[in-house]
């Protein structure tokens, strides 16, 4: 027993020791075998049997060849090993569902984009996101290889269980999506909240300042919010934390929230809420522009149209943009007070407006922050409209770097 126990152990060792080297050869454009010993404190010969494992066996890691000499033996020089090797991102939105290919440096290889149609339900949202996967998959050169799949979905994702226990936006209870991808995916998936998502794409892909401190507000059809702690994402008990569009920022509101609660603020700032508003604006003949811009059918009214009202002065349509903004403040605040987040990132569709937002948070800001917290930054988000997809890779990307997707044998 003891001496299985000491194959273990050195076993376990070599696999820290492996992820270190591979995480500092990620980290660098390129670099040496003699730089890797000295910044991983590992002897020589360590680096180079690890080494030759990522090339030979991993194909992680690539060789450059000799290196400029500075006098001595001239260095061999490594590199991360993007090419051909991809990762497959899926944005599972309540409109559209989005999907990419990318290399392991998230460069992108391959886009597409599918109306959601809640409306046919489960099987048919199911059935898009294999085909879009499939599409994909054939995409790729044939010496590529596919490392997996990461999903990002709107709704309350249990991290025990991998069970989306509530989904207003699709008006899912209780969905083990695990379950009906596993019958038809050859690929090793992942998926998780599409917000918490956003916030590990920052994280790990987003402005390199080293931010271990920040929160990332999602605001599209409904509002949510990932949250970064000491450069650890924050998923709390049952991997529920971050659900910010339910927090009360008017506990005097006469407006429910879908989750039966009133004045949440996804109530009364989402997506949903700009087009609620921008119609009843119609129906009372209150702006003019909105009528011209959606022909007089309230049905192609949409957060959008009235962000494009708002912006060429029309004042109904200006009204509902600030009143949005003094919710958003009240939420941030809540946040910034709460955890001191070094930047507040906002994505999602309505983040895309333009200044529009951006603009009205900034004057409205400090009256809900606390001296210590006016220094927080709110910044658009760095990924755009492709941070739940660039939040999908880095969950895969995560996988590869701690070497637990190196021994699936799968077909790609």
């Not at 070599?14 to 730089?35: F, G, P, T």
């Not at 650890?232 to 339910?246: D, M, R």
């Not at 909105?290 to 962000?307: M, P, Q, R, Y």
Request: proline residues 3%; hydrophobic residues 40%; aromatic residues 6%.
């Amino acid at each position: 027993m003891k001496k299985e126990y000491t194959k273990m152990d050195a076993a376990s060792l070599h696999l820290a020791n492996k992820k270190v080297v591979l995480k500092l050869i990620k980290h660098n454009s390129q670099i040496s075998r003699s730089a890797l010993a000295k910044e991983s404190g590992l002897t020589p010969p360590s680096i180079t049997r690890i080494v030759d494992e990522l090339i030979n066996v991993d194909g992680l890691v690539e060789s450059l060849g000799v290196g400029n000499s500075s006098g001595g033996r001239p260095p061999m020089i490594v590199k991360f090993k993007n090419d051909n090797n991809y990762i497959i991102g899926i944005d599972l939105g309540a409109t559209y569902i989005r999907g990419c290919m990318v290399d392991l440096n998230a460069n992108f290889i391959s886009e597409i984009q599918v109306p959601t149609e809640l409306e046919k339900g489960f099987s048919s949202i199911v059935d898009k996101v294999i085909k879009m996967i499939h599409k994909l998959q054939s995409r790729k050169e044939a010496t590529a290889k596919i490392w997996g799949v990461g999903i990002g979905v709107a709704g309350l994702v249990n991290s025990e269980t991998g069970i989306i226990e509530s989904s207003p936006d699709f008006g899912w209870t209780n969905i083990d999506l695990r379950k009906e991808l596993e019958k038809h995916l050859d690929l090793p998936f992942f998926y998780d909240n599409s917000t918490r998502l956003m916030a590990l794409g920052e994280l790990k892909m987003g402005v390199k300042e080293n931010q271990k401190n920040f929160a990332v507000i999602n605001i599209g059809y409904g509002i949510a919010s990932g949250l970064v702690v000491e450069g650890n994402l924050l998923k709390g008990f049952s991997g529920f934390a971050g659900e910010f569009g339910h927090i009360s920022v008017d506990t005097d509101s006469a407006v429910q929230c879908k989750c039966g609660m009133y004045g949440c603020l996804e109530a009364l700032a989402s997506g949903h809420r700009i087009a609620s508003l921008g119609q009843q604006v119609l129906a009372e003949n209150k702006s003019e522009m909105l009528k011209e811009l959606c022909n007089g059918n309230e049905d192609l009214i949409t957060a959008e149209l009235v962000a494009r009202a708002a912006k060429k002065g029309d004042p109904a349509s200006m009204k509902i943009y600030d009143d949005v903004a003094e919710y958003l403040c009240k939420g941030i605040g809540t946040i910034a007070n709460l955890l001191n987040p070094e930047t507040v990132y906002i994505g999602g569709g309505i983040s895309l407006n333009g200044d529009l937002l951006f603009d009205l948070i900034e004057k409205k800001r400090d009256k809900y922050l606390l001296p210590g917290n006016a220094r927080v930054k709110i910044r658009p988000s760095t990924f755009g409209d492709q941070a739940t997809s660039i939040g999908a890779v880095s969950v895969v990307l995560e996988k590869i770097l701690n070497l637990e997707l190196s021994g699936i044998k799968h077909n790609n």
